[in-house]
């Protein structure tokens, strides 16, 4: 166990640092209409992620689910969606398939 004021191994250091800015952002694509015609993913993000959501969709094509903690937007949002969160840093990590036009890629 480490002492206080005991430095850290300087191998350990990059480690550290790397693990507690990974950002991650989870979308699980709708398989099959749930709501009728309207197909929804559901998205998984950090708080600070709120702002891409809302830039990037429409307030009509998206809503907070509270049990899930999640965000549904329409399907047709998640390719415009995992572009924005890569260009802000963050890792995607889509799950699930669209069967009329394919997985994002």
């Known amino acids: 166990m480490r002492r ?6 300087p191998r350990l250091v990059p480690i550290l640092v790397n693990m507690s800015r990974r950002r991650i952002v989870r979308i ?3 398989i099959a209409g749930v709501d009728g015609y309207r197909k929804r993913a559901k ?3 950090p708080y600070d992620a709120l702002g891409a959501i809302c830039a990037t969709v429409p307030e ?3 809503r907070w689910d509270p049990e899930r903690k999640a965000w549904e937007v329409h399907d047709e949002h998640v390719q415009p969606l995992k572009d924005v969160f ?5 890792e995607v990590r889509v799950t ?3 069967l009329y036009r394919g997985s994002v890629k």
């Open 28 to 30: 699980e694509r709708a």
């Open 60 to 62: 009509y094509d998206r």
């Open 86 to 90: 890569e260009a802000e840093g963050y």
């Open 96 to 98: 699930g398939s669209n």
């Open 4 to 9: 206080f004021g005991e430095k850290l191994s």
């Open 43 to 45: 998205v998984f993000s």
